[in-house]
């Protein structure tokens, strides 16, 4: 039975518009498929849907190419962008070009049905401003799920002066994704000021952020304007805002409040125009509850909240990453570009990256540097990175985790050490691949077949209960965690039969 919704999908992928017609049709929603934006064109000069999804590269006409000219006729038809290919640029332009959603695949069929409903009642794409962008000189890599959610937050902040915070790890990039909110925001033409306020001496911050005038105190030879007035019409970015000393945070607050402020030794208020964005690696809220962090300052931060995941979380970025900073550090230091092996680009990518990408690009340019050869192999890297050559102990380390507990209900069974050590445990020091391929060897010399049938379920189980252990069993963040949606995790319980408080 139709529910009456109609939704057009333009994709010149065939498997993409088979899997959405029947996913929708299930959802009782009327679809139409089209191969190419001209097509499409051709058709809605007749009839229009009540809601539009469309890729972005496509031979012919592009989808924000045909995002554009469909608005032209049909403002306020709810646009979805379907997108494998997921960058900054691609999230900004669709926001601008009106876009209601942005949505990079793999999708959740589940989440792509409940967005169509969403945007079905929405008559307008929340006024969003159609103008032309310009490229983010912040270069920021990501295709895992958890950076596609801060693109897209990026791209609707496109239009908006509101104030941001920016949290997570130490050298995570929450000073690039800064840099990407600015440039490509209102004020993208005026200053951004970007301020390390654990860096700053605690007796110069006052004048480091005010200013100060001729004479105010001894060395003050001349007036001098501070970071605020710097970021006047701009940005200004309070990057460790967490080590803020206390009597800072009441100006702080002050200045948020009524745009003013004096000059260390002047009489005279100074007004200025600056929209704050501010970062921390630190638990503010705590800080809050323990004293150290002024409650009021916290919520005129806390307008917008954007966390950064760490690199554990987006595992498949990695090798990007590599490539990309390796590009960067040949440029950089006029040699030749290294490449690494795939062993190495695998190894790395499972490494627990405590510095995050910081820690990344350092490591490319010592290899840029210190690699004899223009492919770099696992022999190449640091010692402090080097895999452990006595299997033995990396998998002695591996079974004293406890893996029976969580490959299966049960323990293990005694004829299988191997594979309980492999699909259950945590990665210790990017050694469970390693690991796996000895489990995998093992089966095959046994005869068995479908090892896949076997091993992907159980691994299911040990990432799902690992995520629900991180969030006490709060299932819509374990499905964040693990990049997939709410309903999925759902299913995915059910269909591994994993009791209510796996």
């Known amino acids: 039975m139709s529910s009456g919704l109609t ?10 518009r088979w899997v959405l017609e029947r996913a929708l049709g299930n959802a009782a929603i009327e679809v139409r498929c089209f191969p190419g934006g001209a097509e499409l064109l051709d058709a809605i000069e007749g009839s229009r849907p009540d809601v539009l999804l469309t890729d972005i590269r496509m031979p012919g006409i592009s989808g924000l190419d045909l995002l554009e000219r469909v608005r032209e006729s049909y403002p306020k038809l709810p646009i979805i962008i379907m997108t494998a290919h997921s960058d900054l640029d691609s999230a900004v332009l669709s926001y601008r070009g009106g876009a209601f959603e942005y949505l990079p ?12 409903h969403r945007a079905a009642h929405i008559t307008s794409a929340a006024d969003a401003v159609s103008q032309t962008s310009t490229p983010s000189q912040a270069t920021i890599i990501g295709e895992a799920p958890a950076m596609q959610e801060v693109f897209r937050a990026i791209g609707r902040l496109s239009a908006s002066n509101i104030t ?12 690039l994704v800064a840099h990407a909110l600015h440039e490509n925001g209102p004020r993208a033409a005026r200053p951004f000021i970007a301020v390390n306020t654990a860096a ?13 005038e001729k004479g105010a105190f001894t060395g003050a030879a001349a007036q001098r304007r501070g ?4 970021a006047h019409g701009g940005t200004l970015f309070l990057d460790e805002i967490g080590d803020m000393p206390a009597d800072l945070q009441t100006r702080l607050l002050r200045v948020l409040q009524n745009g003013q402020f004096y000059r260390v030794g002047g009489h005279e208020g100074v007004s200025v125009d600056v929209r704050i964005i501010a970062a921390t690696n630190q638990d503010l809220e705590a800080e809050v509850k323990r004293g150290h962090f002024r409650e009021d300052l916290y919520h005129r931060l806390n307008v917008i909240r954007l966390r950064v995941p ?3 979380e987006r595992r498949e970025d990695i090798p990007l990453l ?16 290294k490449r690494l092996s795939p062993a190495a680009s695998r ?12 820690e990344l690009e350092n490591l490319c340019r010592w290899l840029t540097v210190m690699a004899p050869g223009r492919e770099v192999v696992l022999e190449d890297l640091p010692q402090e990175l080097k895999p452990r050559s006595d299997a033995s102990v990396a998998a002695h380390e591996v079974m004293g985790f406890g893996a029976e507990n969580l490959t299966r209900d049960g323990p293990a069974s005694p004829a299988e050490p191997v594979q309980s050590a492999i699909v259950g445990s945590p990665v210790v020091g990017g050694e469970w691949d390693m690991q796996l391929r000895a489990w995998a060897e093992q089966r095959l010399a046994t005869g068995a077949d479908h090892l896949l049938d076997e091993a992907i379920p159980r691994l299911e189980r040990v990432m799902i209960r690992a995520a629900l252990a991180q969030t006490h069993g709060h299932r819509q963040e374990a499905a964040r965690l693990l990049g997939w949606g709410r309903n999925t995790l759902t299913r995915k319980i059910k269909e591994l039969d994993m009791p209510d408080n796996s």
Request: net charge negative; charged share 30%.
């Open 7 to 16: 939704a057009w999908v333009v994709d010149d992928d065939e498997s993409i």
């Open 105 to 116: 695949k793999p999708f959740d069929l589940d989440e792509a049905v409940e967005l169509i």
């Open 164 to 175: 941001v915070l920016i949290t997570g790890e130490s050298g995570t990039g929450k000073e």
């Open 200 to 212: 700053i001496p605690k007796d110069l911050m006052e004048s480091e952020f005010f200013g100060h």
């Open 227 to 230: 970071r605020f007035e710097q």
């Open 310 to 312: 760490p690199l554990r």
């Open 322 to 337: 590599l490539n990309f900073f390796l590009g960067r550090a040949g440029r950089e230091l006029d040699t030749e570009v």
């Open 347 to 358: 190894y790395l990518a499972g490494l627990e990256w405590a510095g995050n990408v910081r």
